[in-house]
């Protein structure tokens, strides 16, 4: 199949689910800065389960996803992040370049964190293959554009056990200057986030640096503590 006979298909299918009166509040939820078909997530998913299997192939997967990112209404760049997301075993360090084009591209936190899960995948995936893959994500905390950067600082989300607990500390103090409220956010995420792992690492280097974090950052990042 090619890319834009999937594309259309999922056009069609998610025209058939359109509602226009929740459509106006997804909008509104979002400050007005998109357009929205109207289809809430569960809705959403099951409709692409509904669609034809397509082939193991990066360049393909990749293709349709620029390809939706292209559409005016969001739900098209939702799907383009499930397709990312159910096929990150394909995915190489050198497909990230496209997918943090998608991810500048009329950047907010819906799309940004969707694709950073995925990101994070890819980047693991590599790192256990014995590739030295964080070292862009390093590249990726100096990017001007924030929402670059806090795919950077929570690319590590999940890890778990396998955090790599000094990047964390770093990328967190790295960025604790920082003003803009969603890499605020971004900090605490991560740590909290560590926290199911390792609670009292979390508690101790907060606590340390508490003349650095905001109270925004301190706050959420202890809440479960």
Same mark, same amino acid.
């Given at each position: ?114 694709? @950073? ?61 920082? @003003? ?30 508490? @003349?650095?974090? @905001? ?11």
């Amino acid at each position: 199949m090619k890319p834009q006979d999937y594309v259309n298909l999922i056009c069609t299918e998610l025209q058939k689910h359109a509602d226009s009166h929740r459509a106006l509040g997804m909008k509104a939820y979002m400050r007005n800065q998109f357009e929205f078909l109207g289809i809430q997530t569960p809705a959403r998913r099951s409709i692409f389960k509904t669609l034809p299997k397509l082939p193991k192939d990066a360049k393909l997967i990749l293709q349709i996803a620029h390809e939706l990112w292209e559409k005016p209404e969001r739900e098209f760049r939702y799907v383009a992040c499930d397709l990312l997301a159910k096929n990150v075993k394909l995915f190489k360090l050198d497909d990230l370049t496209l997918i943090k084009k998608l991810l500048q591209k009329d950047a907010w936190w819906d799309t940004v964190d969707s694709l @950073s899960g995925a990101i994070g995948n890819i980047v693991l995936n590599e790192k256990l293959k014995g590739q030295n893959s964080q070292t862009l994500m390093d590249q990726w905390l100096l990017d001007s554009d924030f929402w670059v950067r806090r795919s950077a600082m929570i690319h590590q989300l999940g890890w778990r056990d396998k955090t790599d607990i000094k990047r964390l500390q770093h990328y967190a103090l790295q960025l604790s200057g920082e @003003s803009e409220f969603f890499i605020r956010k971004a900090i605490a995420w991560a740590l909290r986030d560590y926290a199911w792992q390792n609670p009292e690492f979390v508690r101790t280097f907060v606590n340390q640096n508490v @003349s650095v974090f @905001s109270n925004l950052t301190i706050r959420e990042a202890t809440k479960n503590l």
